[in-house]
């Protein structure tokens, strides 16, 4: 087994300094210059992402939309939020489709809602769904659902 040389002694405050000032004396142009591209390059990529952990900027720029379906209630729940804007949910029952149209009967609510109130505001929904589609069959076309008087 070989033996290693013993560790020079640690250098008290005045010799670090020296070091320190024999370094920066030793560099190169070639070298100030990467050392500046690399401070240049870093500085702006750690500031983005301090931004981007942090979550108030964040919700300042993006935009939130999530969609549930209700097996309950027969209904679509939707929650989002533009930009910085408030948090909406609404309540969505659909009721005609014709090719690739879809009608919906919407509630927006600017407060979370309760499984009841889900169940509650479905409901709701449907008899007005059901109530536009009789007004539109009682008039004899069928085809209206905006029970507008031709």
């Known amino acids: 087994m070989s033996q290693q040389p013993p560790s020079p002694p640690p250098l008290p405050p005045e010799g670090r300094i020296e070091t320190a000032v ?12 990467v050392i500046f591209l690399i401070l240049l390059m870093g500085i702006p990529t750690y500031v983005i992402w301090r931004a981007l952990d942090d979550d108030k900027l964040m919700d300042r720029f993006t935009s939130t939309y999530e969609q549930w379906d209700s097996q309950q ?8 939020q533009e930009r910085g804007g408030p948090d909406n949910w609404a309540v969505s029952s659909g009721f005609a489709l014709q090719g690739s149209d879809r009608w919906f009967v ?3 609510l600017s407060r979370p809602l309760t499984p009841e109130e889900i169940v509650s505001y479905c409901e709701s929904l449907k008899l007005i769904a059901d109530k536009m589609l009789d007004r539109g069959a009682d008039r004899g076309n069928g085809s209206s659902v905006d029970g507008a008087v031709p």
């Not at 024999?22 to 210059?33: D, E, I, Q």
């Not at 209630?73 to 989002?80: E, I, K, S, Y």
């Open 106 to 108: 919407s509630v927006l």
């Open 22 to 33: 024999n370094v920066v004396k030793g560099l190169t142009l070639g070298n100030l210059l």
């Open 73 to 80: 209630a027969g209904c679509v729940l939707r929650h989002f």
